[in-house]
Structures are given as C-alpha cells and as structure tokens.
C-alpha cells in the first residue's frame, strides 16, 4: 500500500510539473508535449466546476422562489390589512434586492474560478487562453444575471396548478403564480431593479473602489520596509516610474467588454417587458465613459499596445445575443397576449366549474 501511494503521488507530480512546465515556457521546445491524457483532468475540472456553477446558480432562484412563496404566505395570514393590500408589492422588491446582490457576490466568484479553470487548460496562446477565459466567464455570468429574469417571463405560474389541485411547497405553502394581468409587470420591476442596480454598483462603484481600495492595501504593504529604506526615498525626489509601479496592474479589456455585454442582453433581450432599458443604458455609458477614463488615466498602469484585427470573439457573442434577442422577445408577448386569452375558472354553486373564454 505504501509504494502504491508513492506512485500515485509521484504520477500527481509529474502532472503538476508538466503543466507548470508548460505555463511558465511560452514556447514549445519539442521535448515534452502535452498529450490528451494530461489535459483530460483539467477539462473534467472544467466540466463539472461549470455544471456545479450552473447548479448553484439555480438553487440561488430557488431559493429566492421559496422566500417569496413563505413571506407571501405570511403577510397573507397577517390582520392589518394595509400589509394584506401590499403583500405582491412588497414580496416582489424585497426578492428582486435579494437576487441583486446574489448576481454581485456570483460574479465576483465566477469571474476568478473562470481564470482558474482556462489555467488548467493550458491553452497554446494567449489568444486562445483569452477565448477560452472569455466563453466561461460569459456562459456563467449570462446564466447569473439573467436566470430571475427567465424564471419570471417564462416558468412563474406554470406550475400554480388549477383550482382543487393546486401545487404546494413542503407540503403548506401554495407554488406563486402571476398577477391576474400577466408577469409582465412583475417582470418590468425585477429587470429595471437588477439592470439599475448591477450597473451603478458594479459597475460604477466597483470600477473606481476596487482600484482605490488595491492601491491602499499596497501603500500599507510597503509601510513595513526599514527605515533606512525609507529616508533613503524622502532623500531622493519621487520619480515617474516609481509613482507608475504603485498603480494597479492593468489587467485587460474582458471586464469592460464583458459589461458591455450584459447591459446589451438587459437592453435587446426583455426591452418588450421594459421599454426604458436604452434609456438606463445611454445615462450609464455617459456616466462610466468618464469614470473609466479617471480609472485607466490615474488608477491604473499604462497598458502594453497589442494589435489586434478585430474584436474577436466578442462579435460572435453579440451577433448571437441579436438573434436570441428576437425569439425572446417575441415569446414575451406571445405569452402575455394569451394570459389575456387564457380559459378561466369560476365555481358555480353545485361545486361544477365552469369554463368562460375571455375575448378582446
């Protein structure tokens, strides 16, 4: 048992040093090559950290779908009556700022476990890591920031149930279903307080807090040199490269594509259900267009120029987003017409129900 114990451990290694090897040389010497067989741990990493992610992401809106379905219940049992008129209103705000601030704290820890996933890759270039870096971290963040959003234009009330056999959550509380006018109000009012949000937190307050708050964490790191050190630099004046080193490290352009692209999925994909989403987006891009030239001018250091042909994969997203944008948008109002349409149900006095169609 011990020498089988080394062998796995020294094979660990070997796998270890050889993608170590091939992440730190940049060029293929010829020697050693990595073959299918070393890669195919990393790609089962991939694949079973991204459907993990993807799990997590869905028992967040469960979870959020739970909460709404008790607290209604709550308030429904309550005797004021001014909470019983505000029950839909209320659940609906609160749940919409719980499932904000889960997309904020996911897309943080997806966006450094999507880094760390391409790494195990090992891909040949740079401007393959940066496709494969750039497919994750949009996969995860699309299915982050647009799951609410999907549940209740398209899946909430679906499965409510009919009179005399409804759904019920662990056994008491009744599966939520829409207004008697359709979701789409209740879906204007989770896409206006998630876009809204994301965009003046993420990607406002973020973009100008973060660097600040990573450059006082260095200023306080280099507060522990000696003091000779440090009356050797009060000696000398200040030089430009020295005030350049203590900016923050520039570390490419995925992030501000990748915001682009998610304001571009809130403006196309659901504008039917909330019309003023141009207009949200025009007054942040006015608003971050400066905040990012304070940010790349005084916060961060000077990028390397890189030429590039075109914008690469990132045309391919947005042609993509285009064309799904059209079905989406389309099955919104097919199904807000036909829940004005829809067969309802009333209860006549012998317990029968009977069937009314509604017309126009």
């Known amino acids: 048992p011990v020498q089988r114990e080394e062998d796995v451990a020294a094979g660990k290694d070997r796998w270890r040093q050889r993608l170590l090897s091939a992440m730190n040389t940049g060029t293929s010497t010829g020697v050693e090559k990595l073959t299918w067989r070393d890669r195919l741990p990393g790609y089962l990493i991939n694949i079973s950290s991204i459907l993990f992610m993807f799990g997590l992401t869905f028992s967040a809106v469960f979870g959020v779908i739970v909460y709404r379905i008790v607290v209604s219940a709550l308030m429904a049992m309550s005797p004021d009556p001014e909470i019983k008129s505000n029950v839909r209103v209320t659940v609906t705000a609160t749940a919409v700022i719980i499932n904000l601030v889960v997309i904020l704290i996911l897309d943080e820890i997806y966006g450094a476990v999507a880094v760390w996933l391409t790494e195990l890759e090992i891909p040949r270039t740079e401007s393959s890591f940066e496709q494969h870096l750039i497919l994750k971290v949009f996969l995860l963040k699309f299915m982050n920031a647009y799951a609410p959003i999907f549940y209740v234009a398209f899946f909430k009330g679906r499965f409510a149930g009919r009179p005399g056999d409804y759904v019920y959550?662990?056994?008491?509380?009744?599966?939520?279903?829409c207004a008697p006018g359709g979701c789409l109000i209740e879906l204007c009012i989770q896409l206006s307080i998630i876009m809204v949000g994301k965009q003046l937190i993420q990607n406002n307050v973020f973009e100008i807090g973060i660097p600040k708050l990573k450059k006082l964490i260095?200023?306080?790191?280099?507060?522990?040199?000696?003091?000779e050190e440090r009356e050797e630099q009060r000696a000398r004046p200040p030089q430009q490269w020295n005030l350049d080193y203590t900016l923050v490290p520039f570390e490419?352009?995925?992030?501000?594509y990748m915001e682009m692209i998610i304001q571009f999925g809130f403006v196309s994909l659901f504008v039917a259900s909330f019309p003023l989403a141009p207009l949200f987006a025009l007054l942040n891009n006015v608003i971050e267009i400066r905040l990012d030239a304070k940010k790349f001018v005084t916060e961060l250091r000077r990028p390397d120029a890189v030429q590039a042909k075109d914008i690469g994969i990132w045309y391919n997203i947005l042609s993509g987003m285009g064309k799904f944008s059209v079905i989406i948008n389309v099955s919104v109002n097919i199904g807000a017409h036909t829940r004005i349409l829809r067969?309802?149900?009333?209860?006549?006095?012998?317990?029968?129900?009977?069937?009314i169609f509604t017309h126009f």
């Open 218 to 227: 260095r200023a306080w790191k280099d507060k522990g040199i000696s003091l």
């Open 252 to 256: 490419g352009l995925t992030p501000e």
């Open 343 to 355: 067969t309802r149900c009333v209860f006549l006095h012998t317990g029968a129900i009977k069937e």
């Open 169 to 177: 959550v662990f056994n008491d509380y009744r599966m939520e279903e």
